[in-house]
């Protein structure tokens, strides 16, 4: 199982990134699809997720702004940003959680919003 992140990087706040995410060795059609973050010195946490079905659920920081979607013909979980903030510099990893409830990782893509 394998899933790759791309799409970090710098920009100016206001600024928009999209983020993607392919993954390999996996059904993809059967899990649910999110995007944590980490900044420095702080824990990981949800920022979206997106079920088998298409529902999306989104961190209260990020509604409004961030979209998740997926392409399941891909493989691939998108996050798009917009508006974005210092403060949300992270490192951004995507997960899949599968039907039996594995859990999966990418490496991780930075982004770095500077003000």
């Known amino acids: 199982v394998q899933l790759q992140a791309s799409g970090g990087g710098v920009v100016q706040a206001g600024g928009s990134l999209r983020l993607s995410c392919v993954a390999s060795g996996v059904i993809f059609t059967l899990g649910a699809l999110a995007w944590y973050r980490q900044a420095p010195g702080k824990q990981r946490e949800l920022v979206a997720r997106i079920t088998n079905s298409g529902n999306t659920n989104y961190a209260d920081s990020v509604k409004g702004r961030f979209t998740i979607s997926r392409d399941n013909a891909k493989n691939t979980v998108y996050l798009q940003l917009n508006s974005l903030q210092p403060e949300d510099t992270a490192i951004y990893y995507c997960?899949?959680?599968?039907?039996?409830?594995?859990?999966?990782w990418g490496q991780g893509t930075l982004v770095t919003v500077s003000s």
């Open positions: 997960n899949f959680l599968s039907i039996t409830s594995r859990d999966y």
